[in-house]
């Protein structure tokens, strides 16, 4: 199953939910539009690789092989100036500086590491404890330096790119994180939600507990309801107020869940919950 991420704002959540659920669940991830840093998926890729039992693979684009191809040629540059460096010492000269040999020797040691880690970068494997699942962490189907929204930041950045033409990767079971709300801009022109209708995936709605949550959670609601758009549940994150949960869902008729905030060391305590919760959507492949 695909299922998109959704949020009723900014910061609600989101990648907490779809960590959580690539973890527990060995689901991949994708997340449309990454705008700033850190980015999203390499958190997703640190939870995943460290707190579960599945295998995870992250999957590299094209500036980040070219950025890792670079940092071999510059280094293996180094390594070929220290060998000349070495190679023309003259050991009668007692005011040699062997300073900058020693400089550039401690930064070549890692030279004969990079493809390790270049493979490294790439895959996490564990030992899988249930079936033979990875999760597979895909690149961001458009990647912006600027934290702003992406109608800005893609000006600021001279790009252009149609969000409604973004792929979803091929992938059998996948968590599809968006950026913001629903209304927050996709690109110039079109809305995240814009992007939800046109895919036709269910949705798990995201919301947080803060002043005017309930409004915000129940806006996104009926939008996604105008537009004939699935929720599956609803996640509120944070610490749990059943006040506020008891009323969305007795308003929305949708089973409202919980998920705590958690840590890398906390994980499968704050989770236990969640997980059982959500077992009848997120069955194992």
């Known amino acids: 199953m695909q299922v998109f991420i959704a949020g009723c704002h900014t910061d609600v959540g989101k990648t907490h939910v779809s960590a959580a659920i690539c973890a527990l669940f060995g689901y ?4 449309l539009v990454q705008a700033g840093s850190p980015q999203d998926r390499d958190f997703v890729f640190d939870i995943v690789s460290n707190c579960s039992d599945f295998g995870v693979k992250k999957l590299l684009d094209s500036k980040d092989l070219v950025n890792l191809d ?3 040629l510059q280094d293996s540059k180094d390594s070929k100036i220290l060998h000349n460096i070495e190679s023309n010492l003259d050991s009668k000269n007692p005011n040699f500086n062997k300073t900058k040999i020693q400089n550039l020797d401690s930064k070549n040691s890692n030279i004969s590491n990079l493809n390790d880690k270049k493979i490294h970068i790439n895959s996490n494997f564990k030992p899988k404890k249930l079936q033979n699942i990875e999760s597979n962490i895909f690149p961001n189907g458009i990647t912006l330096k600027t934290a702003a ?16 033409k973004l ?4 992938s059998k079971n996948l968590v599809i994180e968006l950026a913001g709300g629903l209304f927050s801009p996709l690109d110039s022109k079109k809305c995240m939600i814009d992007f939800i209708s046109q895919n036709r995936c269910d949705v798990i709605l995201v919301g ?6 309930i409004n915000h ?6 939008s996604l309801k105008v537009r004939k758009i699935k929720i599956l549940k609803i996640v509120m994150f944070g610490d749990k107020n059943k006040e506020i949960d008891n009323f969305i869902e007795s308003y929305s008729n949708i089973e409202t869940l919980n998920l705590a ?14 997980k059982k919760q959500l077992n009848n959507i997120f069955c194992y492949n």
Not at 28 to 31: E, G
Not at 217 to 222: A, H, K, M, Q, T
């Open 28 to 31: 991949d991830y994708f997340k």
């Open 70 to 72: 670079s940092k071999i």
């Open 149 to 164: 929204s992406p109608h800005i930041a893609k000006m600021r950045e001279n790009i252009e790119y149609n969000g409604l």
């Open 167 to 170: 792929k979803i990767p091929e």
């Open 208 to 213: 947080g507990y803060y002043l005017g949550s």
């Open 217 to 222: 959670i129940l806006l996104s609601y009926e």
């Open 261 to 274: 905030y958690f840590t890398k060391q906390n994980f499968k305590e704050k989770t236990q919950d969640f």
